[in-house]
C-alpha cells in the first residue's frame, strides 16, 4: 500500500512537532507501531499504557470511525483511510 | 401606544433583540422560534456559563438549568455567570438570579440537582435541545442515552487545559457521544482542577455550542452533525474530523453487539480533592424536597455557622468541616478524613 495519512491533535502533535503523516504499515496496530517508534519515548508513553496498549483516553478514529467498533489493532487500513488520533476531553 | 405593534412581542423585546432581528440568519421568525424553544443548559460551570449567558440573552424562552454545585472562589477566573458576591451560593440559584438580570423577557427554571443515570431522562424530557456543560464523562454518558431514546439534540462539549471538543448529536442521523467517545471512565481522565484550563478555549467551545443549539432552533442542519471538532488555543487550530455512525454502537447503532456498558449509579462519590482535603458528595436520582430552614436550624443546633442561606440551599463551616445542601437533597461534605464520617454528618443533617 501506498500509505495512510495520520492526523495528530493535541498533545500528540506537540510531541510529535508535526499534524499529518504518512505511514506505510498494515494493520492499525502496526501504524501506532511505527509512530511511535519514529516519534520517540515521550509519544510512546502518551500514547500505549504500560501493557503496550493504546491509552483509553486517545480517541483513535480511522475514516471516522472509532477503532474500538472495528477490529482494534488488527483493522485492516485501505489507501483512503485516514487516520485521526486526539486525545479525549472531557472537562467543562 | 406601542411603536412596532409585532404579534408576540413587546416594543421593549423588540428593542432588545433588534440586532438579531436584522440579522439574515435569524430575523423576526427566527426570534420566534427562540421564544418558543425549550433548552437545557447541563452544567453551569465554565462551559455552562457561557452558555448560559448567550442563549438567555438571545432570547431563548424557557432555559433549564442543571447543576449540583455551589460557587467557589476558584470558579471565577472562568465561569463568568458569578462574582465573589455568591460564593457559596447554589450555582443554579446564583445563575438564574443573573439571568433574570440579563433578560426579563424569559422563563429560567433553576435544577440543583446532580445528573445521574436514574434521572437523566427526566431532566430533559420535553426540551427542544440540550447543551453539555459537564465537566465529566459519566453523566455524559446517562445525558447522551436519555437524549437518543427521547430523540432530543444533544450538543456536546468539553475542554481542558488549551483545548476543547465539540460535536452535535442529532438522534437517529448522526453518531452519538459513545461512538466517537464511549467507555472512559473519569479516573481515566484529567480534571479541569488539576490540569487547568484557559478561559478562552473555553468561551470558544461554548460559542459553537450555542451557534449550534441556535442552528437546532431555527430548523437548520448544525453544522457539527456528524463532526466532532477538535480546538487548539495553543496554535489556534480546528481539526474538523468527520465521524461515521456506527451500526454496532450499544446506544445508538441499529445492530448493537452488547447492552451498553454499565454506569456507575451510585449516589455517593468521593470527587477531586479540594485544595488536599477530601470531599464527598451525594447525589439522590429524585428530589428530596429538604426543608431548608428545618436543615439551617438543625445546622445552627450542631454548632455549625451558616456561610449562605440561599433559597435553593445551604453552605456551613464548621472547624475543618465545610459543606453545602441543596433543596433537592444533594449533599457535599468537604475536610471529613472518609466516607463513614461523611455519610454520618448527612444523616444527622438531613435527619436520616
Same mark, same amino acid.
Given at each position: 500500500?501506498?500509505?495512510?495519512?495520520?492526523?495528530?491533535?493535541?498533545?500528540?502533535?506537540?510531541?510529535?512537532?508535526?499534524?499529518?503523516?504518512?505511514?506505510?504499515?498494515?494493520?492499525?496496530?502496526?501504524?501506532?507501531?511505527?509512530?511511535?517508534?519514529?516519534?520517540?519515548?515521550?509519544?510512546?508513553?502518551?500514547?500505549?499504557?504500560?501493557?503496550?496498549?493504546?491509552?483509553?483516553?486517545?480517541?483513535?478514529?480511522?475514516?471516522?470511525?472509532?477503532?474500538?467498533?472495528?477490529?482494534?489493532?488488527?483493522?485492516?487500513?485501505?489507501?483512503?483511510?485516514?487516520?485521526?488520533?486526539?486525545?479525549?476531553?472531557?472537562?467543562? | 401606544?406601542?411603536?412596532?405593534?409585532?404579534?408576540?412581542?413587546?416594543?421593549?423585546?423588540?428593542?432588545?433583540?433588534?440586532?438579531?432581528?436584522?440579522?439574515?440568519?435569524?430575523?423576526?421568525?427566527?426570534?420566534?422560534?427562540?421564544?418558543?424553544?425549550?433548552?437545557?443548559?447541563?452544567?453551569?460551570?465554565?462551559?455552562?456559563?457561557?452558555?448560559?449567558?448567550?442563549?438567555?440573552?438571545?432570547?431563548?424562552?424557557?432555559?433549564?438549568?442543571?447543576?449540583?454545585?455551589?460557587?467557589?472562589?476558584?470558579?471565577?477566573?472562568?465561569?463568568?455567570?458569578?462574582?465573589?458576591?455568591?460564593?457559596?451560593?447554589?450555582?443554579?440559584?446564583?445563575?438564574?438570579?443573573?439571568?433574570?438580570?440579563?433578560?426579563?423577557?424569559?422563563?429560567?427554571?433553576?435544577?440543583?440537582?446532580?445528573?445521574?443515570?436514574?434521572?437523566?431522562?427526566?431532566?430533559?424530557?420535553?426540551?427542544?435541545?440540550?447543551?453539555?456543560?459537564?465537566?465529566?464523562?459519566?453523566?455524559?454518558?446517562?445525558?447522551?442515552?436519555?437524549?437518543?431514546?427521547?430523540?432530543?439534540?444533544?450538543?456536546?462539549?468539553?475542554?481542558?487545559?488549551?483545548?476543547?471538543?465539540?460535536?452535535?448529536?442529532?438522534?437517529?442521523?448522526?453518531?452519538?457521544?459513545?461512538?466517537?467517545?464511549?467507555?472512559?471512565?473519569?479516573?481515566?481522565?484529567?480534571?479541569?482542577?488539576?490540569?487547568?484550563?484557559?478561559?478562552?478555549?473555553?468561551?470558544?467551545?461554548?460559542?459553537?455550542?450555542?451557534?449550534?443549539?441556535?442552528?437546532?432552533?431555527? *430548523? /437548520?442542519?448544525?453544522? =457539527?452533525?456528524?463532526? $466532532?471538532?477538535?480546538?487548539?488555543?495553543?496554535?489556534? #487550530? %480546528?481539526? +474538523?474530523?468527520?465521524?461515521?455512525?456506527?451500526?454496532?454502537?450499544?446506544?445508538?447503532?441499529?445492530?448493537?453487539?452488547?447492552?451498553?456498558?454499565?454506569?456507575?449509579?451510585?449516589?455517593?462519590?468521593?470527587?477531586?480533592?479540594?485544595?488536599?482535603?477530601?470531599?464527598?458528595?451525594?447525589?439522590?436520582?429524585?428530589?428530596?424536597?429538604?426543608?431548608?430552614?428545618?436543615?439551617? *436550624? /438543625?445546622?445552627?443546633? =450542631?454548632?455549625?455557622? $451558616?456561610?449562605?442561606?440561599?433559597?435553593?440551599?445551604? #453552605? %456551613?463551616? +464548621?472547624?475543618?468541616?465545610?459543606?453545602?445542601?441543596?433543596?433537592?437533597?444533594?449533599?457535599?461534605?468537604?475536610?471529613?478524613?472518609?466516607?463513614?464520617?461523611?455519610?454520618?454528618?448527612?444523616?444527622?443533617?438531613?435527619?436520616?
Amino acid at each position: 500500500m501506498a500509505g495512510v495519512s495520520v492526523g495528530l491533535a493535541g498533545v500528540l502533535a506537540r510531541i510529535a512537532g508535526e499534524k499529518r503523516v504518512t505511514v506505510e504499515a498494515d494493520p492499525l496496530g502496526e501504524v501506532l507501531d511505527s509512530l511511535a517508534s519514529s516519534h520517540g519515548e515521550e509519544f510512546r508513553d502518551r500514547l500505549f499504557d504500560d501493557g503496550g496498549r493504546p491509552r483509553r483516553f486517545i480517541n483513535i478514529y480511522v475514516s471516522g470511525r472509532d477503532y474500538r467498533f472495528l477490529d482494534k489493532l488488527e483493522a485492516v487500513l485501505q489507501d483512503w483511510d485516514v487516520i485521526a488520533l486526539l486525545p479525549a476531553v472531557s472537562g467543562g | 401606544m406601542a411603536r412596532f405593534s409585532i404579534p408576540g412581542f413587546s416594543d421593549a423585546e423588540i428593542d432588545y433583540y433588534s440586532r438579531q432581528i436584522v440579522l439574515d440568519s435569524i430575523g423576526l421568525s427566527g426570534q420566534r422560534k427562540l421564544k418558543d424553544a425549550r433548552v437545557c443548559v447541563v452544567g453551569v460551570g465554565g462551559l455552562g456559563s457561557s452558555i448560559v449567558i448567550q442563549l438567555a440573552s438571545m432570547g431563548v424562552g424557557y432555559l433549564r438549568i442543571v447543576d449540583r454545585d455551589v460557587v467557589e472562589a476558584s470558579n471565577l477566573q472562568r465561569q463568568h455567570l458569578y462574582g465573589v458576591d455568591m460564593v457559596g451560593y447554589p450555582k443554579v440559584e446564583a445563575a438564574a438570579e443573573r439571568v433574570r438580570g440579563l433578560n426579563p423577557f424569559i422563563e429560567v427554571d433553576p435544577v440543583p440537582m446532580s445528573v445521574t443515570p436514574g434521572n437523566a431522562e427526566a431532566i430533559v424530557e420535553g426540551m427542544d435541545v440540550v447543551v453539555d456543560g459537564l465537566d465529566a464523562m459519566t453523566p455524559r454518558y446517562a445525558l447522551n442515552r436519555a437524549c437518543v431514546k427521547l430523540g432530543i439534540p444533544y450538543v456536546f462539549g468539553a475542554v481542558i487545559t488549551n483545548v476543547g471538543s465539540v460535536s452535535t448529536i442529532v438522534p437517529g442521523e448522526t453518531p452519538c457521544v459513545e461512538c466517537f467517545q464511549g467507555g472512559i471512565a473519569d479516573d481515566e481522565l484529567p480534571t479541569c482542577a488539576v490540569a487547568g484550563v484557559h478561559p478562552s478555549i473555553i468561551s470558544i467551545i461554548a460559542s459553537i455550542q450555542v451557534s449550534e443549539a441556535v442552528r437546532l432552533i431555527m *430548523g /437548520r442542519k448544525p453544522n =457539527l452533525a456528524g463532526a $466532532l471538532m477538535y480546538c487548539d488555543l495553543e496554535d489556534l #487550530s %480546528f481539526e +474538523r474530523i468527520e465521524l461515521a455512525r456506527v451500526d454496532s454502537c450499544p446506544v445508538c447503532g441499529s445492530d448493537p453487539v452488547s447492552e451498553p456498558f454499565p454506569l456507575k449509579h451510585g449516589s455517593f462519590e468521593e470527587i477531586c480533592g479540594r485544595e488536599g482535603r477530601r470531599v464527598f458528595v451525594f447525589s439522590p436520582d429524585e428530589d428530596l424536597g429538604v426543608d431548608l430552614e428545618a436543615l439551617n *436550624g /438543625r445546622l445552627e443546633g =450542631l454548632g455549625y455557622l $451558616l456561610t449562605v442561606r440561599a433559597r435553593l440551599g445551604t #453552605s %456551613f463551616v +464548621r472547624g475543618a468541616v465545610k459543606g453545602s445542601v441543596l433543596s433537592s437533597g444533594v449533599t457535599v461534605i468537604e475536610g471529613v478524613d472518609g466516607p463513614e464520617v461523611a455519610r454520618g454528618i448527612r444523616a444527622e443533617l438531613l435527619g436520616l
